[in-house]
């Protein structure tokens, strides 16, 4: 089956989103400029330290997170499949005068357009949704990792893509059963934009996404869940003390994110 529709559409989407996210809020990016951390506390602690490090970023959107890890010491280059969004992170990095790499591509062909290996593969939060088949992903990843580098995945929880948009009822399958389509109105960065789009996206179990990456040699080092998000980014959530959201009703019941560690 081809998916190069899919793609395409999930690509246009994304280069519509990008001109609404460098202005928004939620990514913040004039108090990034000045200092502010985009990172969260959970891939801060379990990423640790990257200074003198090569990093390579998988889907990274218009490349805050790429650039924090070069703020942080670590030789990076970042990879989307968005062209608007790429070209947004080359114009961020000569602004703050950053080193960073950045290669427009499906993660699947990375190969055809990126040379080398890396210290530390790393993804994060609502990456692999959109890849159809996990076995080519995770090819990849152990592709550009060196002997005894590592590979690092934060993401929303699949448990949580079960959910409807409005979070009150299950609504989608566990397993990858098949494509889910969902007509989208606005942004998680901006509920109130004005854009309208489809897009194409892909369940993925914890099993299907850890098998993934034993299945290519990698060692699992850990798996950690969580029962709230860093991001206030879904419908119905509640802030809490901690600083992090969690659905109204079901705190500490629903797990909402999870990390890997794999080593090669």
Same mark, same amino acid.
């Given at each position: 089956?081809? /998916? &190069?529709?899919?793609?395409? =559409? ?18 913040? @990016? ?10 969260? =506390? ?7 330290? @990257? ?20 703020? +942080? ?7 989307? !499949? ?13 602004? $703050? ?64 893509? $079960?959910?409807? *948009? *409005? $979070? ?14 969902? %007509?989208? &109105? ?26 993934? !990456? ?10 950690? %869940?969580?029962?709230?998000?860093? /991001? ?18 079901? %705190? ?11 080593? +090669?």
């Amino acid at each position: 089956m081809s /998916y &190069q529709n899919f793609f395409d =559409a999930n690509r246009e989407g994304w280069n519509k989103r990008t001109e609404v996210h460098k202005t928004s809020a939620f990514y913040n @990016v004039e108090g990034w400029k000045k200092g502010d951390e985009a990172l969260t =506390a959970v891939e801060l602690r379990e990423v640790g330290d @990257v200074s003198g490090k090569s990093l390579l970023h998988l889907q990274c959107h218009f490349g805050q997170d790429t650039l924090s890890w070069a703020r +942080k010491g670590a030789t990076v280059t970042g990879a989307d !499949l968005s062209d608007s969004a790429v070209q947004y992170a080359r114009e961020l990095a000569a602004e $703050m005068n950053l080193p960073a790499e950045f290669v427009c591509c499906n993660v699947y062909d990375l190969r055809d357009h990126l040379q080398g290996q890396f210290d530390i593969v790393f993804t994060s939060y609502g990456t692999i949704g959109w890849l159809p088949d996990l076995k080519p992903w995770a090819e990849v990843v152990a592709h550009f990792l060196k002997p005894g580098g590592f590979f690092y995945i934060a993401d929303f929880h699949p448990v949580l893509w $079960m959910m409807d *948009d *409005d $979070m009150t009822h299950l609504k989608y399958p566990y397993h990858n059963k098949e494509v889910i389509v969902t %007509e989208q &109105q606005g942004t998680y960065a901006d509920r109130e934009s004005a854009l309208e789009y489809k897009e194409y996206g892909w369940n993925h179990s914890l099993g299907e996404i850890i098998n993934s !990456l034993i299945n290519v040699g990698l060692r699992i080092e850990f798996l950690n %869940e969580y029962d709230f998000s860093p /991001y206030n980014c879904f419908a119905k959530t509640v802030k809490g003390e901690d600083g992090n959201y969690r659905i109204q009703g079901l %705190e500490g019941i629903l797990p909402m994110m999870y990390s890997i560690k794999a080593v +090669k």
